[in-house]
């Protein structure tokens, strides 16, 4: 068990290191989503020539930045 431990423990602080992922959102993920998104991170999986600009507009779209007021959990802020 203390192995499964500490490599969780590692994988968590660098998921909230490299990712921004915070505690929740990381246990949330499933093996196969951390996985696919590291290899993503450090380039060993993604698109060959990049996301042109019309796929960002749509990805912007889709999932648009949310500001939250200073001191407002996301639940408190509608979101």
């Not at 660098?14 to 499933?30: I, K, Q, S, Y």
């Amino acid at each position: 068990m203390t192995r499964f431990a500490d490599a969780a423990g590692r994988l968590a602080g660098v998921a909230g290191w490299l990712l921004g992922w915070r505690p929740d959102e990381f246990w949330r993920a499933t093996p196969a989503e951390l996985a696919c998104v590291l290899r993503a991170a450090v380039g060993e999986d993604g698109p060959e020539g990049g996301v042109d600009g019309a796929e960002l507009q749509r990805l912007m779209g889709v999932m648009p930045d949310v500001s939250i007021p200073f001191g407002l959990s996301e639940v408190e802020a509608g979101h």
